[in-house]
């Protein structure tokens, strides 16, 4: 039996690389089932944005790093999700990606190696289409987090993805709509939404790639 403690970029980099890999039928695995979807009907283009699931090794295991967001009058206000934010003018995803990194944990771009990217997501409530891109440290970054964005910096095992106890369910209200929310709990934090869609991914990529180790 593989040892989950154990898993390696070489590992995450090969799940990225999957051939003919449905990644839209991975993320809606984990997300929010809405009762009235049509309510979500968009009438304009969606805005740009990236986020970057970091991964490093800490006490020799592979770790992503979330965030939880400082409490305001936006949207996602409080909620868990990975640094990341609205493209620029001209900027790539990757750019966009690195930049929000640095400016909301302190993690220079030359300190990150980009090793690829998932499928993009669509985040109704906002109007974003999120580009997720996948980046690694060499050494464990020293955080820095931006006061006024940032309450909380959360690093994960990623071995956790694969722990089905840590996966649960609710039923609740967001937006004014009927939600049946799907989410990992980690370390107390509800991770849902977006940011659960795009580990859920990320996990099912993880498991297909396995097999063939």
Request: proline share 7%; glycine share 6%; hydrophobic share 45%.
């Amino acid at each position: 039996m593989l040892d989950l403690a154990l898993l390696s970029l070489a590992q995450v980099q090969q799940a990225l690389a999957l051939p003919e890999f449905d990644a839209v039928a991975a993320q809606r695995r984990m997300m929010p089932i809405v009762r009235l979807p049509q309510a979500f009907a968009h009438q304009v283009a969606p805005k740009q944005a990236a986020v970057l699931l970091l991964l490093y090794e800490r006490e020799a295991e592979l770790h992503f790093v979330l965030m939880r967001r400082a409490e305001h009058t936006g949207v996602h206000s409080g909620q868990i999700s990975f640094p990341g934010g609205r493209r620029e003018t001209g900027e790539s995803a990757q750019q966009t990606a690195l930049r929000e990194t640095h400016e909301e944990l302190g993690v220079a771009p030359e300190a990150v190696q980009v090793i690829g990217a998932l499928a993009e997501l669509y985040i109704p409530p906002s109007n974003f289409l999120v580009q997720p891109i996948v980046g690694a440290c060499a050494a464990p970054p020293s955080w820095r987090p931006k006061q006024d964005e940032v309450a909380e910096v959360i690093e994960v095992p990623l071995r956790l993805l694969f722990d089905e106890a840590l996966k649960g369910a609710e039923e609740t209200t967001r937006y004014g709509l009927p939600f049946r929310i799907l989410y990992y709990n980690f370390f107390g934090h509800k991770v849902w939404g977006a940011t659960a869609s795009i580990l859920s991914e990320l996990e099912m990529r993880l498991r297909t790639a396995l097999k063939s180790f």
